[in-house]
C-alpha cells in the first residue's frame, strides 16, 4: 500500500504541471500595457523624479519679439469737464421728487419742486414794481402834457421822466430775480421747479423727500454726469512712470468683462506724488459703450515703443495652481523640476507668452497638468 500512495502521488504531481503548463499558453492583457510611470520626490518639493520620463513629451519654447508694456489698475470715474451740479438757489422746502440717483434724464426735465418763501417774496417785488411803474407812467404822462401846454417847469417834467425811468428798471430787476430763482413772471405761485441743466445720469443725489434746500450754502441736490466718455484713473508707480506717455494709446479690460477690450487715450499724468505709495494718477479718457459703470475696477495696459524678447510655449505647458504659474523643465537624470513663470499675452494658435522664468530654447512637458496628476497619485 505504501508502494501505490507513491505512484498515486507521483501522479497527482504530473497531472499539476500539466494543467500549470497548460495555464502559461494564455495572453495577460496587463502585460501589454505600458508601465505606470512611479515618481520618486526629491528633497526639493519641486523637483520630481520618474521611471518613464518618454511619456511626457518636451517642447522647445521658442522666442517671440513682444513689446514692453507696463499694466496698472484703475477705476471707472465719470469726466469731469462733462459733470454739472443742479442748483437751487430758492431755498425751501421739498414737496416732490421726479427723479432718483442713476437716473437718466433730459435737459430741461422737472427733477424736483421746492415750496419757498423767496419765490413768494420775489412775485410780491414784482407786483409792486409793476404798479409802481404804472403810477409813475401815469404821472410822466401827465406831467408832459402839462409841460406842452407851459403849464409845467422843464424840470419838473424831467423828474417825472427820471421817475418813470427807475420804475422800469425795477420792474426788470424784479422780473429778473424771479427768471434767476426759477420762476415765471405770467404764472406766479409760491413753488418753484428744478430742472435739469444738461442730458445726463444723476450720478448723486443729496436731498430726499420733504428735505429742505438752503440754496447756494447748501449740497447740491443732484450731480448730472454724460457718461458718453468717461475717465480711467490708475496709479503708476513712480519706477514705471517713464514707460506712460501722454497722448499714447492704452488698452483697459473690465474687471467684469475681462473679454472685452477698449481703447483710450492717456489725457494727463498726475504733477504730484502720492507721498505713501510714491504713485502718480494717470488719467485715460476713454468712450463708454454703455458698460463701464462709474466705480467699477479696470486694468489698464502701457504698450511702449520698445521690443522686448520673450519666451512662447503652448498654453497646456503652463500649470495654474495656487493662483500661481507654473511650467515643468527636464532636470536630467529622469527628472523635472517645476519653474514657477509670468504668463502673458495669448498668443495664436493656442500659445502663451512668458515674460520671465523661461528663455526662448529651453525645454518644457508639453502637457503640464498630465505630470502634475501624475505627481499627485
Keep these: 500500500m505504501i508502494r501505490i500512495g507513491a505512484e498515486y502521488l507521483a501522479l497527482t504531481l504530473a497531472l499539476a504541471g500539466f494543467v500549470a503548463g497548460c495555464g502559461e499558453n494564455k495572453t495577460d492583457p496587463k502585460a501589454e500595457a505600458p508601465p505606470a510611470a512611479k515618481v520618486e520626490h526629491e528633497q526639493d518639493i519641486n523637483l520630481v523624479k520618474v521611471d518613464h520620463p518618454e511619456q511626457f513629451p518636451l517642447f522647445t519654447a521658442i522666442e517671440y519679439a513682444a513689446t514692453t508694456q507696463l499694466v496698472a489698475t484703475g477705476v471707472v470715474s465719470p469726466d469731469v469737464a462733462r459733470t454739472v451740479p443742479v442748483i437751487s438757489i430758492a431755498s425751501g422746502r421739498v414737496v416732490e421728487i421726479r427723479a432718483r440717483l442713476g437716473d437718466t434724464v433730459e435737459k430741461g426735465q422737472i427733477l424736483l419742486r421746492v415750496q419757498s418763501s423767496d419765490i413768494s417774496s420775489a412775485f410780491s417785488d414784482y407786483r409792486k414794481a ?214 502673458g499675452e495669448t498668443l495664436p494658435n493656442n500659445m502663451q507668452e512668458i515674460i520671465t522664468g523661461v528663455q526662448g530654447g529651453q525645454q518644457v512637458v508639453t502637457n503640464a497638468l498630465v505630470l502634475q496628476n501624475t505627481v499627485e497619485q
Design 130 to 343: 409793476v404798479a409802481d411803474e404804472v403810477v409813475a407812467r401815469a404821472q410822466f404822462d401827465r406831467a408832459k402834457e402839462l409841460y406842452e401846454k407851459g403849464a409845467f417847469a422843464l424840470k419838473d417834467r424831467e423828474s417825472a421822466q427820471d421817475t418813470e425811468d427807475k420804475a422800469k428798471i425795477d420792474v426788470e430787476t424784479a422780473a429778473e430775480r424771479l427768471r434767476v430763482l426759477g420762476g415765471n413772471v405770467d404764472h406766479p405761485t409760491g413753488v418753484v421747479d428744478i430742472r435739469a441743466p444738461v442730458s445726463g445720469v444723476i450720478t448723486d443725489q443729496q436731498v430726499t423727500n420733504a428735505g429742505g434746500v438752503a440754496g447756494l450754502g447748501s449740497p447740491n441736490p443732484f450731480t448730472i454726469s454724460d457718461l458718453s466718455h468717461v475717465w480711467i484713473l490708475c496709479d503708476v508707480y513712480e519706477n514705471d512712470l517713464a514707460d506712460v506717455h501722454v497722448g499714447e494709446t492704452a488698452e483697459v479690460r473690465l474687471n467684469a468683462y475681462p473679454d472685452k477690450e477698449f481703447k483710450g487715450r492717456i489725457a494727463n499724468i498726475g504733477p504730484i506724488l502720492d507721498p505713501t505709495i510714491r504713485t502718480a494718477k494717470v488719467r485715460i479718457e476713454v468712450e463708454n459703450s454703455g458698460l463701464m459703470k462709474i466705480g467699477m475696477f479696470v486694468t489698464a495696459t502701457f504698450r511702449g515703443e520698445k521690443k522686448e524678447m520673450h519666451a512662447a510655449v503652448p498654453a497646456n505647458a503652463i500649470l495654474h495652481l495656487h493662483d500661481r504659474e507654473w511650467v515643468y523643465m527636464p532636470a536630467g537624470n529622469r527628472t523635472f523640476r517645476r519653474v514657477e513663470v509670468t504668463a
